[in-house]
């Protein structure tokens, strides 16, 4: 291949950039963050689904902080949208504390079973057997939230655990009307619930998915969520549940063990905290790519003169910024207890510098010009909420079962519906997942260790103005909630974030994908005059921000207008 001399330019400077980790780093503007003894007085909560949203007020009237309050708003959304996030799947979580300023990541991901064998993802061919890695007991990872629900009440909220999942048993126990979103969801794997009896019986009425108006109850996760509530963590990864779970999974050909689900800890770990315009950016580590991948675009574009370049050429920076921090996404990541990553070259502004340099001001850079070392559209998948109390405790919270619906399978006797998660890692070298995400040895499953996710709970904090931010969506959950952080700098309230239109690299496929209507009719001739390929993509995310001001000590809450019953709340 012959090369033109802008593309020599280009590649040196990837070349360069591709070395070691730097030691030394930029000396940082300590942005000025609100004071932490500044108490806004009330709360909000935007989620997805006005019971959990009502579940977390219910909390916080009992006294609860926003922790209390995080309990109570995901085991409800395990009740009441199933299809997102659950007691049989994983969260991830970024929370500041008031009394202290303490910032942690809380580590609620799912593990691979210690008998994980990537043989079980093939065909007799050595082609990706898809199904066993997103439907059934085998793509199930050992979940982490029920671990998660009980550490955040026991090390940072304020009331007993049981006072904190009560609104989930009654909704359980008592029923309630099923949403559009979930009904559709049901309807769209209705055949793979069909596999599996207890998934049949829970999710289909007559076998089919519930009408409109349909009272449902669920009276075998009310009963699990009983357990918990009365035993806290070994009350799920102990005892009766525990035994019940792992002989349906291995009665339905997977390989869980008792042990697995005794052995499961939550992880705290050091959040990724990033400057950027005068805010700080605290965001997921790994086993989160969400983190790497905004710190790294933010240090890309903070040494770009934005306010002078015109639209395309600004979407232009932002698109390459994203291919990048993608490409090392697919290279670098996995999990921090596995595997050693570069993590100070990758969030060194010197590193970002080199990048940047690469980037012609005017041209894409195809992703095959990038040296490496190695999509199907989001559903109704991954949930997100976040909150702040009126002490200014603030939690962004992302939770998931993996696809819609999770593996669809129910482990009869408990109400827990299994997430997909396995599939997250890099199951066949080469081969990408179903978000059409490709990864290294460094995310290759392992008994024990933490698939990679995008999920990308932040929180923005400036002197002025708080950002409590976070979605769903895939591989695109990081490039919303980077555009979601970038609009919030730009000075957008809660509303106008979570309505503004999206777009998303991913390095492969080598493609933007866009939502109708985000660039206009001269930035869209702009970009492919550069040589994008754009691609029109649908759905995207279901955001939900609260924010707050400062100034006027006002809480605002949004949630993502794209989908229905989604509700931001103030109290
Ligand atoms: N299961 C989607 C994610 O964690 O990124």
Known sequence: MSLSPRWRVVLLSLLLTAGP?????????????????????????????????????????????????????????????????????????VLRRASDGREVFIDAREVAPAAVDPKDYLNPDGSPNRDAALVGPLSAGIPGEPAGLAWLSEHYGKLPLATSLAPAIRTARDGFEPDSRLRHAIAERADDLRRWPASAAKYLVGGKAPAEGTLWRDPDQARTLQILARQGHEGFYQGEVAKKLVSAVRAAGGNWTEADLAGYR??????????????RVVTAPPPSSGGVAIAEILNILRGVEMDKLDHAQRVHYVIEAMRRAFRDHNDYLGDPDFVKMP??????????????????????????????????????????????????????VTSTVNY?????????????????????FALVPGKPNVYGLLGSKANAPVGGKRMLSSMSPSLVLGRDRTAVIGSPGGSTIITQVLEGILAFIDGKDASAIVAQKRFHHQFLPDRVDVEEGVFDAATT?????????????SPWGFMNVVTWDHRSNALDAASDPRRPSGLGKVQ
């Not at 977390?56 to 959304?77: H, I, P, Q, R, Y």
């Not at 939550?266 to 805010?279: C, H, L, N, Q």
């Not at 001739?525 to 993509?537: A, D, I, N, V």
């Open 266 to 279: 939550v992880k705290e770990r050091a959040p990724i905290s990033i400057d950027y315009r005068g805010y």
């Open 343 to 396: 993590l100070d070259m990758l969030l060194s502004p010197f590193y970002a510098d080199g990048l940047r340099q690469s980037i012609l001001p005017d041209q894409a850079t195809p992703s095959s010009m990038l040296p490496t070392s190695g999509a199907h559209d989001p559903g109704p998948h991954t949930t997100h909420f976040s909150i702040i109390d009126k002490d200014g405790n603030m939690i962004a």
């Open 21 to 93: 980790a730097f030691a030394a780093d930029r000396p940082a503007q300590a942005p000025a963050v609100a004071s932490k003894v500044q108490k806004p007085g009330h709360a909000a909560i935007a989620s997805a689904n006005f019971l959990a949203t009502n579940a977390g007020l219910e909390v916080l009237a009992k006294g609860g902080n926003a922790f209390d309050a995080a309990v109570a708003v995901a085991s409800t959304l395990s009740v009441v949208e199933p299809e997102s996030s659950g007691l049989g799947g994983g969260f991830m979580a």
């Open 525 to 537: 001739r702009e970009l492919e005059r550069m040589g994008y390929s754009l691609h029109p993509r």
């Open 404 to 424: 819609t619906l999770g593996s669809t399978f129910v482990a009869a006797g408990t109400g827990v519906l299994l997430n997909d998660e396995m599939d997250d």
